[in-house]
C-alpha cells in the first residue's frame, strides 16, 4: 500500500502531537517531585513512580524544542512560505509565550515577597540558595528571556522558562534563515540552512563547549534548543518524501509503536549514559515522523482521546506553572514540619509520598486549566491586539487548537 497524504495530518494541527506534548509536561512534572531534595528528604520512602522514566525525565524538553520545529515549520515554512512577513511572525510569537512567562515571573515575585515577610517574623526559615538566585539582576534576564543565553550561573525565578527563553531567541533564528530563504525563493534553502544549523550547534555543543550530556540550560541552553527545534523541522520537510515508500498497512502501527517505545527507553536509559541524550531530538524526531506518515492507525486515534486532547491543550500552561505549584507545596510541608511529614510517611511506607505526588499533579492541572482560560488566551489576544497589524480573529481559536501555531 502506498501512503496518501493525510488529510489531519495536512491541518493546522494534528492532534496527537499535541497531546504528546501535554503527556511530556506531566513526566515533567512528576520528574521535578522525584528528584526533588526537599521532597526526598520530607518523604524518605518512595513512591511508586519514583522510576527512571520520570527520575530522568529532562530529556522531554528536547521533545518540545523538536515539536516545536515541527509545528512552527508547518504553519509558516509550509503553508505560509510565499506569504512570510517576519514581523508578524515576532508578534505572533511573542503573543504565544510572554503572558504566560510574565504571569508565572509576576506570581514568583509576589510569592517571594511574602515569604521575605514571614522570614521577618521568624514563621519560616530562609533557604539561602533561592534567595541569592532570585535578585534583581536574575529578574531583569528572566524578564528579557536572556536567561538561556549564557547571562546567568544558575537557574532562578520560575526555573523551567529557560526553555521559553531559548525557544524565543530560537523562533528569531528561525524567521531571519526563513526570510532570508524566501527572498531567494527557495524552501530548499531554507532546509540546507536548517541542516547547517544543526551540525554547527552540535559541534559547538560537543566540542566547543565540551559538553557530555544535553542536561544545560542557563548555560548557552539556546544551542540545545537549535538543535532540537531545526531538526523538528527537517524532519517535517522529510515527510512528504517518506510518503512516496510503500509500506504496507499492518506494519504502519508496529512502526509507529517502535518510535514511541524507543523513545521512551531512550529518557529511562540516559541516567545510566547520559551520551545517549544526545539522541534524544533524533528519536523524538523519528516518532514524530512515524505519527504524522499514519495518522489514521491505532496509536494516533488512541491520542486523540479527549482526556489527552484536553492535557495537550494545556501544556503550555502545565509546564510554567509547575514548579511554582511545586515551590508552594514545599513551603507548605516545611510549615507542617518534618516531624508530622515522618510519622505519616514511616506509617504508610511509600504510600503518603504517592498520595502526595497525586495532589500536587491535581493541583497543577487545576492551575494550569485556570491559566490557559485566564492568562494565555487572553495574554494573547491582548498582545495581537495592540501590535498586530492583522488583528487575525481567529488566532484565539487557532491557539486553543495548536498551541505552537
Known amino acids: 500500500m502506498t501512503i496518501g497524504q ?25 520528574h ?37 520545529g515541527i509545528v512552527i515549520t508547518l504553519n ?6 510565499r506569504s512570510f512577513a517576519f514581523r508578524e511572525f515576532f508578534v505572533r510569537r511573542l503573543a504565544r509565550i510572554y503572558p504566560m512567562h510574565f504571569a508565572t515571573l509576576l506570581l514568583y515575585v509576589l510569592f517571594r515577597l511574602i515569604k521575605l515577610g514571614f522570614i521577618a517574623v ?3 526559615h530562609a533557604r539561602t540558595t ?15 528571556l536572556l536567561h538561556a543565553l549564557g547571562f546567568a550561573n544558575t537557574l532562578s525565578w520560575n526555573a523551567p522558562s529557560w526553555s521559553i527563553s531559548a525557544e524565543f531567541y530560537t523562533y528569531i533564528l528561525f524567521g531571519v534563515v526563513l526570510f532570508y ?55 517535517l520537510g522529510a515527510v512528504p518524501y517518506l510518503r512516496s515508500i510503500p509500506i504496507r498497512e499492518p506494519l504502519q502501527t508496529p512502526i509507529q509503536a517502535v518510535f514511541v517505545v524507543s523513545a521512551f527507553i531512550l529518557v529511562c536509559i540516559v541516567g545510566w549514559e547520559p551520551l545517549v541524550s ?29 482526556a489527552l486532547v484536553w492535557l495537550g491543550r494545556r501544556s503550555y500552561s502545565i509546564y510554567m506553572i509547575q514548579a511554582f505549584v511545586i515551590v508552594i507545596a514545599q513551603n507548605f510541608l516545611d510549615v507542617l514540619g518534618p516531624g508530622r511529614i ?10 503518603a509520598s504517592s498520595v502526595a505526588l497525586a495532589v500536587l499533579l491535581a493541583v497543577v492541572l487545576f492551575s494550569a486549566d485556570v491559566t490557559y482560560r485566564w492568562v494565555e488566551g487572553p495574554g494573547s489576544a491582548f498582545v495581537l491586539k495592540h501590535f498586530s497589524r492583522k488583528k487575525e480573529r481567529e488566532f484565539g481559536a487557532a491557539s486553543r487548537a495548536a498551541p505552537n501555531a
Not at 531534595?37 to 528536547?62: A, Y
Not at 523519528?286 to 482521546?305: D, E, G, T, Y
Not at 515522618?342 to 504510600?351: E, M
Open 6 to 30: 493525510p488529510s489531519q495530518a495536512d491541518s493546522r494541527h494534528f492532534l496527537p502531537l499535541d497531546s504528546l506534548r501535554g503527556i511530556a509536561a506531566v513526566c515533567v512534572v512528576v
Open 32 to 68: 521535578h517531585f522525584v528528584t526533588s531534595e526537599r521532597f526526598t528528604d520530607l518523604f524518605p520512602h518512595k513512591s511508586f513512580l519514583d522510576v527512571p522514566l520520570f527520575q530522568n525525565g529532562w530529556p522531554f524538553v528536547d521533545l518540545f524544542f523538536v515539536l516545536s
Open 76 to 81: 509558516y515554512a509550509e503553508k505560509r512560505f
Open 122 to 124: 521568624g514563621v519560616l
Open 130 to 144: 533561592a534567595i541569592e538566585s532570585d535578585t534583581l539582576y536574575s529578574f531583569s534576564i528572566n524578564l528579557l
Open 181 to 235: 530563504a524566501r527572498s531567494r525563493q527557495s524552501i530548499r534553502v531554507f532546509y540546507l540552512i536548517s541542516l547547517v544549523l544543526i551540525a554547527a550547534s552540535a559541534l559547538l555543543v560537543i566540542f566547543g563547549m565540551h559538553k557530555t550530556t544535553l542536561e544545560f540550560h542557563y548555560d548557552f541552553g539556546i544551542f540545545r534548543c537549535v538543535i532540537g527545534f531545526f531538526l523538528g523541522a527537517l524532519a
Open 278 to 306: 544526545f539522541m534524544a531530538p533524533l528519536v523524538f524526531a523519528a516518532m514524530f515522523v512515524s505519527l504524522l506518515l499514519f495518522p489514521q492507525r491505532a496509536i494516533p486515534r488512541l491520542l486523540s482521546v479527549r
Open 342 to 351: 515522618g510519622k505519616i510517611d514511616a506509617a504508610l511506607s511509600g504510600q
